[in-house]
């Protein structure tokens, strides 16, 4: 047993358990695999508190992205609603406006058949009087039929201007 390779591997197994222990190589083995796995747990905690923080500053923007879509929205339908009022307010005027001409040329119009009629009764009486004078002057003679013709014509042209 003292002669094969296996004893005196094992024995130098030991006598290297044994330096490496006094050494101290146990105590820096466990120092270096708890300051590993320190780093590891303050890795992950930071991992998980950036998680955190990136799931918020992702409902942030959600919620931000909403508020904007619904304020879009506003904006949209108050431009609707404006363009619908101006729309409404145009059409008003516009016929307002047509009513106000219309109304103005039938005045014209009305005044221009006042005048007409004014024109046509003042020609036709002028020339009632006229062939009137002219019969009577044809028919009457003297001082008396002159004065007689003259008042009456006078008084036929005021009823036919009037």
């Known amino acids: ?11 130098a197994f030991v006598v290297f358990m044994a330096i490496a ?56 339908a108050n431009a609707r609603e404006e363009a619908q009022r101006a729309a409404e307010e145009g059409h008003a005027r516009l016929n307002d406006f047509v009513a106000r001409r219309t109304k103005s040329a039938e005045a014209k119009i009305a005044q221009a058949e006042a005048q007409a009629a004014a024109q046509v009764r003042a020609a036709a009486a002028d020339a ?13 003679s003297g001082d008396a039929a002159q004065a007689l013709v003259k008042s009456s014509l006078g008084e036929v042209k005021a009823r036919l201007q009037a």
């Open 1 to 11: 047993m003292l002669l094969t390779a296996e004893f005196w591997v094992a024995v």
């Open 21 to 76: 222990w006094k050494a101290g190589a146990f105590g820096m083995m466990t120092k270096g695999l708890d300051g590993r796995a320190k780093r590891v747990r303050n890795e992950l905690d930071e991992a998980r508190r950036l998680r955190e923080e990136a799931a918020a500053v992702l409902a942030d923007y959600k919620r931000r992205r909403t508020e904007a879509e619904r304020e879009a929205e506003r904006i949209v």
């Open 128 to 140: 009632a009087v006229k062939v009137s004078e002219t019969i009577l002057r044809e028919r009457l």
